[in-house]
Every structure is written in structure tokens, then in C-alpha cells.
């Protein structure tokens, strides 16, 4: 670096921007390899960047989410199943409460519905009510036996 | 009862008849029965329009 003091230096970098992009252009290889280098080298540093650059943009960050999720069905399937294999006795709990609560998603599982399909909010609260009336039905024929 | 609005207010008054033991739970489970069958009607008709790409234009859903 031409200057210690980083005043200077930034005046001197605004002055050669033109020059440092060639400079960049030329090396690129060389830069890529040197930066790879040092991520290697300092996981921690590029973790606590990484992290403090998704605080700065979370819209970024949820946008870029989308879209890698978009580019990559599979991937996002097998890291859903692998996290579901790994937090058994979670999903348990979950689909547990999913069957409970009678929620939307069960429902519309339980009407073997799509869930990109659009179906109106009434329907399935007639069929979350017909379920209730269902169960609440078969539990007395069960106190009677 | 002619849409399935209708026919949710319907199974909620028959859920709070039965709750309350105004109705048998014979009766409200004969009443749910049907529902169901109204309900999987409207079900069909949408995955029919579903194939076929096209937006449902269901009368009981409106």
C-alpha cells in the first residue's frame, strides 16, 4: 500500500480508481486465489462478515433466499427431509399439534389439496367444522360402548 | 343452503347443537356425513378445473 494513514490512502484510491480496476481486471485469477485463500484460512472472520452483512440487508438476504430456494427444488427438499430425520421427535410434536389444531395445512391435506391450489377460506373452514362434528360424534359412540 | 358459506354457518350452528346436547350425536354425524359429501363435490369441481388450467367458476364456492 502506497500510504499508512488511511485518509490518504482513501484519497489516493479515489484518485486511481480507473488504474486499480484495470490492476483488478488483469489479476483477477490471481485475487480470486488469494481471497479463497484467506477465507480458508479465516473461517470465523468470514462468518462474522457474512452475518453482518445479512443484518445490514435482511430484505437482500430474503430475496437472494427466495431465489436460490427457487434454483434449487431438490436441494431445498433434501435439506428439509434431512433436518426432519434429524429433529424426530420435534416433527412429532408437530404434526401432532398440525392434527390437533386442525390448521389449514392438515386440512388441505386432508382433502388431498395441493397446496399451490387456490381454494376458498370457506371451504376449509366447513371442512375443519365437519371434522370437529366428526370427532366430537365419534368420540360419545365411543363412551357409550 | 347453497353455498359453502352457507354451509359452514350451518355446521357451526349443528357444532354448537351438539356441544350443548340439543341434537343427538347420531343426527349431527348423519348432518356431517353430508357435508362431507358437499364438500368432496366442490373438491372434485376444483381439481377439474385444476387440470384443465382453467380458474374455477364454482356457484357453491362463490
Not at chain 1, 420435534?90 to 404434526?95: A, G, S
Not at chain 2, 356441544?19 to 349431527?28: C, L, N, Q, T, V
Request: one cysteine or more; aromatic letters at 6%.
Amino acid at each position: 500500500m502506497p500510504y499508512r494513514d488511511k485518509a490518504k490512502q482513501k484519497e489516493w484510491r479515489v484518485k486511481n480508481k480507473d488504474k486499480i480496476l484495470e490492476w483488478r481486471n488483469a489479476n483477477r485469477e490471481r485475487i480470486c486465489e488469494l481471497s479463497k485463500k484467506w477465507a480458508r484460512e479465516n473461517p470465523e472472520k468470514v462468518k462474522a462478515t457474512r452475518a453482518t452483512r445479512h443484518e445490514k440487508n435482511p430484505e437482500k438476504r430474503k430475496a437472494q433466499d427466495a431465489k436460490w430456494k427457487a434454483n434449487n427444488p431438490d436441494k431445498v427438499k433434501l435439506i428439509a427431509r434431512t433436518f426432519r430425520v434429524n429433529h424426530l421427535e420435534q416433527e412429532k410434536q408437530r404434526l401432532k399439534k398440525y392434527r390437533t389444531d386442525l390448521s389449514d395445512g392438515y386440512i388441505r391435506d386432508k382433502l388431498r389439496l395441493k397446496s399451490s391450489d387456490e381454494v376458498p377460506q370457506a371451504l376449509i373452514e366447513a371442512k375443519r367444522l365437519q371434522l370437529l362434528i366428526r370427532r366430537m360424534t365419534n368420540e360419545n359412540s365411543n363412551a357409550i360402548t | 343452503m347453497k353455498t359453502v358459506t352457507q354451509l359452514r354457518d350451518e355446521l357451526a350452528t349443528v357444532f354448537d347443537d351438539l356441544r350443548s346436547g340439543e341434537i343427538k350425536p347420531k343426527e349431527a354425524g348423519e348432518l356431517a356425513n353430508v357435508a362431507g359429501k358437499m364438500i368432496n363435490s366442490a373438491k372434485v369441481q376444483l381439481e377439474y378445473y385444476a387440470l384443465r388450467k382453467e380458474t374455477p367458476d364454482i356457484t357453491f364456492l362463490k
